[in-house]
């Protein structure tokens, strides 16, 4: 180990660490941004997210099993003993999203909708030798849905048009410590703090009716949530190196308060919170295996199982069921050597694919999603900039004509910032 002149390499506390820190605690604000219309976000507590956003989304989000010295691994709290020694490492995530719909319902002039929005703030550093930390803030879930429908009124022969629109969505800040057990093999957990709302509004006008009737519904959720985290790699030969890793997140009931306004016109007729009950997230297993050849080449492959069956959720032509998912990745790191001998990481470049059974199953057919993704990176000469940029496109439904699909395209983008700590000095 080389230790440089520390007059020269000792960071002080600047603006670049101050615009970083002001960052974390600002851009939260932003990661509830939701613009996308999804029907099946209606159910539960909104579409749970199955990215994220982070440097392996572009081997199709298979990370379980993988670490690095400089991108935070969100996937895997274990990954975090990985990480360079006195260093820290600031990433913000955002996504571009496109989904055009097909199926029923669907007209050709409203059959498309597109988002922008950031998606993941996260800060990593490694605190000893044996202990990596990091915080950060995600989605967890998101819901935004606008449909109409018909409504009979109780008590009466109308049937009248109502409209429906919600947003809103599940929050997840964590708090994720990785810690080193032996050479090859770390153990990790993940403390999370899950909060948000749901709201969804009715509006009913009819020619039948004197007034507009609006419901206003809103559901408040919140809890604490755990994964528990391991990897570990074992050296098959000079080439190739094998590694695994898996995480498990056991079954969490999310308090939910709900409270309803009703108005008729400028009038309101009821306004209270109607009930507090709990909504359960099941238990969610993820598994990873990766080969790695010379340092540069990277196979990997993950499975993923959730046990929505155990939860019993049920409702008019729809239930939740066990959902699973299989993702297969390809990467290729292109390395070079700094002034010093030593090799790093120039950028490198990944194409993934992957499908699955999602949770939802409608009029008995379960939806399926499928897709691939390609990504590429570049950490910048003479800075302690990096990016990781990704594309999906994928489709979510059913064969079934009569329901709908839904075919999306996201545009991925990481930016990494990587730093000393303060006070440290530069090691090699």
Same mark, same amino acid.
């Given at each position: 180990?080389?230790?440089?002149?520390?007059?020269?390499? &000792?960071?002080?506390?600047?603006?670049?660490?101050?615009?970083?820190?002001? &960052?974390?605690?600002?851009?939260?604000?932003?990661?509830?941004?939701?613009?996308?219309?999804?029907?099946?976000?209606?159910?539960?507590?909104?579409?749970?997210?199955?990215?994220?956003?982070?440097?392996?989304?572009?081997?199709?989000?298979?990370?379980?099993?993988?670490?690095?010295?400089?991108?935070?691994?969100?996937?895997?709290?274990?990954?975090?003993?990985?990480?360079?020694?006195?260093?820290?490492?600031?990433?913000?995530?955002?996504?571009? /999203?496109?989904?055009?719909?097909? =199926?029923?319902?669907?007209?050709?002039?409203?059959?498309?909708?597109?988002?922008?929005?950031?998606?993941?703030?996260?800060?990593?550093?490694?605190?000893? /030798?044996?202990?990596?930390?990091?915080?950060?803030?995600?989605?967890?879930?998101?819901?935004?849905?606008?449909?109409?429908?018909?409504?009979?009124?109780?008590?009466?022969?109308?049937?009248?048009?109502?409209?429906?629109?919600?947003?809103?969505?599940?929050?997840?800040?964590?708090?994720?410590?990785?810690?080193?057990?032996?050479?090859?093999?770390?153990?990790?957990? @993940?403390?999370?703090?899950?909060?948000?709302?749901?709201?969804? @509004?009715?509006?009913?006008?009819?020619?039948?009716?004197?007034?507009?009737?609006?419901?206003?519904?809103?559901?408040?959720?919140?809890?604490?949530?755990?994964?528990?985290?391991?990897?570990?790699?074992?050296?098959?030969?000079?080439?190739?190196?094998?590694?695994?890793?898996? @995480?498990?997140?056991?079954?969490?009931?999310?308090?939910?308060?709900?409270?309803?306004?009703? @108005?008729?016109?400028?009038?309101?007729?009821?306004?209270?919170?109607?009930?507090?009950?709990?909504?359960?997230?099941?238990?969610?297993?993820?598994?990873?295996?990766?080969?790695?050849?010379?340092?540069?080449?990277?196979?990997?492959?993950?499975?993923?199982?959730?046990?929505?069956?155990?939860?019993?959720?049920?409702?008019?032509?729809?239930?939740?069921?066990?959902?699973?998912?299989?993702?297969?990745?390809?990467?290729?790191?292109?390395?070079?050597?700094?002034?010093?001998?030593?090799?790093?990481?120039?950028?490198?470049?990944?194409?993934?694919?992957?499908?699955?059974?999602?949770?939802?199953?409608?009029?008995?057919?379960?939806?399926?999603?499928?897709?691939?993704?390609? =990504?590429?990176?570049?950490?910048?000469?003479?800075?302690?900039?990096?990016?990781?940029?990704?594309?999906?496109?994928?489709?979510?439904?059913?064969?079934?004509?009569?329901?709908?699909?839904?075919?999306?395209?996201?545009?991925?983008?990481?930016?990494?910032?990587?730093?000393?700590?303060?006070?440290?000095?530069?090691?090699?």
């Amino acid at each position: 180990m080389l230790l440089l002149n520390k007059s020269y390499y &000792c960071m002080p506390i600047n603006i670049k660490k101050i615009i970083a820190f002001g &960052c974390l605690v600002a851009l939260p604000a932003f990661l509830s941004a939701q613009n996308n219309s999804s029907p099946y976000s209606v159910l539960g507590i909104g579409d749970i997210e199955t990215s994220y956003f982070n440097r392996y989304t572009g081997m199709a989000n298979a990370g379980i099993a993988l670490a690095d010295e400089r991108y935070i691994n969100n996937i895997n709290a274990a990954s975090l003993t990985k990480l360079r020694l006195h260093y820290f490492s600031f990433e913000i995530s955002s996504r571009f /999203k496109q989904i055009i719909y097909s =199926g029923a319902g669907v007209t050709a002039t409203a059959n498309k909708t597109t988002d922008f929005a950031m998606r993941r703030v996260s800060l990593a550093a490694k605190v000893s /030798k044996k202990w990596g930390s990091s915080l950060g803030l995600t989605p967890f879930s998101t819901a935004a849905f606008s449909y109409v429908a018909n409504k009979n009124i109780q008590g009466s022969l109308l049937n009248v048009s109502a409209d429906y629109e919600g947003e809103g969505g599940v929050n997840q800040f964590y708090w994720a410590n990785g810690f080193q057990l032996t050479k090859n093999t770390s153990v990790g957990v @993940t403390s999370s703090l899950l909060f948000g709302s749901i709201s969804q @509004t009715e509006q009913i006008l009819s020619s039948d009716l004197s007034t507009t009737l609006t419901t206003k519904s809103n559901t408040y959720l919140r809890n604490y949530y755990f994964n528990l985290s391991l990897q570990t790699k074992l050296k098959l030969n000079k080439k190739w190196q094998s590694t695994y890793g898996i @995480t498990y997140s056991p079954k969490t009931s999310l308090l939910a308060e709900h409270s309803v306004n009703v @108005t008729d016109g400028s009038v309101t007729i009821k306004n209270a919170i109607t009930s507090n009950d709990y909504f359960a997230i099941p238990e969610n297993l993820n598994l990873g295996i990766a080969l790695i050849k010379n340092n540069q080449y990277t196979f990997t492959v993950n499975a993923q199982a959730q046990n929505w069956n155990a939860l019993k959720y049920t409702g008019s032509n729809y239930q939740l069921v066990n959902s699973n998912k299989l993702s297969l990745g390809f990467q290729k790191s292109q390395k070079a050597t700094n002034g010093l001998n030593m090799e790093y990481e120039k950028g490198f470049f990944q194409v993934g694919i992957y499908a699955g059974k999602s949770y939802i199953k409608m009029n008995d057919n379960q939806l399926t999603d499928f897709g691939g993704s390609i =990504g590429y990176s570049k950490n910048l000469r003479n800075t302690q900039l990096g990016y990781v940029i990704s594309v999906e496109g994928g489709r979510r439904g059913t064969r079934n004509a009569a329901q709908l699909s839904e075919n999306y395209f996201n545009i991925n983008l990481t930016l990494n910032y990587l730093d000393f700590l303060f006070g440290s000095k530069r090691y090699y």
